[in-house]
């Protein structure tokens, strides 16, 4: 039998009208219904195009993205979909990786991360920090580039998403800095992202330092499912070391690839995209194109998803 990881999205995966094919699914609603009575304001609603909540605001963004995986994860178990081997999160994605390995429950990770977001958004006054794609580079170039344009800037790659695909952030003339020499060391495109704060640096200290105060009142388990870590691409089964790795993982970058590497030389070949949008389907087929990637993003792919396994 293949061995199979789900992989959870992050932010940047949101776009208004998601999920919309599954709105008559019971499963699906009660989840969004949980959280909506948590954060006393309709989520669903949020969603969908009608509305005028920006779901762009990192506070709402994280329970909205967390919901959205939880539910289709929901929605996976209720067709009888077999369980995965391992599990991984993009940023944010990893605490949708903890509800679904029962680390967390669903009730304490809402509040969490919607506090999360709060606190990284106002690590940072809106406007002195930035992130950018860095593409057609390799990661040793960017880290470089990055230290060369930090000057008293502070610059850094947070984000290893695929080969040729490195995101950096931190204060915004240092940013727009180390763009400008990105490009004329060859990088085929250096782009500004539509995000609010520069997460994933060491700028976000002050919102791990918060947020720590809070997951001390939190309960956390052993994983049912392993879940590989993006500080450090690693499995942990000690509740209070995983607590702990939470909160680093908000200073550190997100070692995606290194993830995916090590679910590879587990003999994991097939990985399901559990949430909105394939930005985690494209980057696995980017690491490496032999592997079997499916997306559960609308009801087509994740009906595709359920077949592919039970034909096995």
């Known amino acids: 039998m293949k061995k199979t990881a ?3 999205p992050g932010q940047g ?7 919309s094919e599954f709105a008559e699914k019971s499963v699906v609603r009660e989840c969004f219904e949980e959280a909506s009575d948590l954060l ?3 989520l669903w609603d949020a969603i969908q195009d009608e509305s005028t909540i920006d779901i762009t605001e990192t506070h709402r963004t994280q329970p909205i993205i967390l919901t959205c995986s939880v539910a289709i994860w929901r929605l996976w178990l209720s067709n009888g979909g077999r369980i995965p081997d391992y599990l991984a999160g993009h940023s944010l994605g990893e605490w949708s990786a903890l ?3 029962n680390v967390v429950s669903f009730n304490n990770a809402i509040q ?3 506090k999360r977001g709060r606190l990284m958004q106002a690590a940072v006054p809106v406007g002195e920090g930035v992130m950018a794609a860095i ?9 470089s580039i990055c230290q060369s344009a930090s000057d008293n800037d502070n610059v850094s790659a947070v984000n290893f998403n695929a080969p040729g695909q490195v995101v950096i952030a931190g204060e915004t003339v240092g940013v727009q800095r180390a763009m400008k020499l990105a490009k004329n060391a060859g990088a085929k495109r250096a782009i500004l992202l539509p995000v609010s704060a520069p997460f994933h640096t060491n700028m976000m200290r002050p919102a791990s330092e918060m947020l720590g105060l809070e997951l001390e009142k939190v309960r956390f388990s052993s994983p049912d499912i392993p879940i590989v870590h993006n500080l450090n691409a690693e499995f942990e089964r000690d509740p209070s070391k995983i607590r702990s790795i939470m909160l680093q993982q908000i200073y550190n970058p997100v070692k995606w690839v290194s993830c995916i590497a ?3 030389t587990l003999k994991v070949h097939t990985f399901f995209e559990c949430g909105p949008g394939r930005v985690l389907s494209g980057l696995a087929r980017k690491i490496d194109p032999i592997f079997e990637v499916f997306s559960c993003c609308d009801l087509r792919r994740f009906e595709s998803a359920l077949d592919a396994l039970e034909k096995e």
């Open 6 to 8: 789900f992989l959870f």
């Open 13 to 19: 995966s949101q776009t208004k009208g998601m999920l």
């Open 40 to 42: 006393r304001y309709d």
């Open 99 to 101: 509800v679904c390995s």
């Open 112 to 114: 969490i991360v919607e």
């Open 135 to 143: 593409l057609g580079m390799d990661d040793a170039s960017v880290i």
């Open 262 to 264: 090590t679910l590879r």
